[in-house]
């Protein structure tokens, strides 16, 4: 992991364990100062400082190597084609520790099925609610439209907005798999951001 990927994720790990820059340096046998260099981006940390501060926020710097990396972040973009969001929330809970990339881009993509998890959700209610509001209003009324274009036409465009979203989800996994193979900023449009 290079600057400031470096500087942010240490910062982050430190908060999370509610250490101070001084209580770090403490834990690292470092200046203060040279934490706050690393973390605003200012110097790469010597081996031995990047062993020390994975130890003290129990992060692993440096375990994988870049392939692997990439590897991981194309398996978690493509997790979004199969619409489902448990593959990409086990996927980034068991490797969100390994490195930042997969931390961060793990986000997007849990963000990303959440969003189209509610969005399924609401197709699929509009799918059933739709014949059941029909039904309810009564046979007469269900002979009298069954007839009527504008009912053929609704009932066999109910699934299209599941399969629009099957579609979607695929472009979108397939895009940014792409970008992040690329080391180009991965965006998922239509994201709301749930987990920041």
Known sequence: MNQPELGLKVSELRQQK??????????????????QRIESGEVDPRAYTLHCLG???????????????????????????LCI??????????????SYKIDQQGRQV?????????????AALLLILYPAALILTGEAAVRAMETTPLF?????????PL???GIFCAW??????????????VRYALSIPFIK
């Open 55 to 81: 130890a003290a926020l129990e992060f692993d710097f440096g375990g994988e190597n870049t392939a692997n990396e990439n590897l991981w972040l194309t398996v978690l973009h493509l997790s979004s084609v």
């Open 85 to 98: 969001l448990i593959v990409p929330l086990l996927l980034w809970s068991w490797k969100k520790n390994s």
């Open 18 to 35: 509610s250490l101070t820059q001084e209580q770090l340096a403490e834990r690292c046998e470092v200046s203060p100062r040279t934490i």
């Open 172 to 185: 979108q996994g397939v895009a940014n798999a792409l970008r992040s193979l690329a080391e180009k900023p």
């Open 110 to 122: 849990l963000n990303f099925q959440i969003t189209m998890t509610l969005l399924l959700v609401a």
């Open 152 to 160: 053929i036409l609704a009932t066999i465009c109910l699934p299209v």
């Open 163 to 165: 399969v629009l979203i």
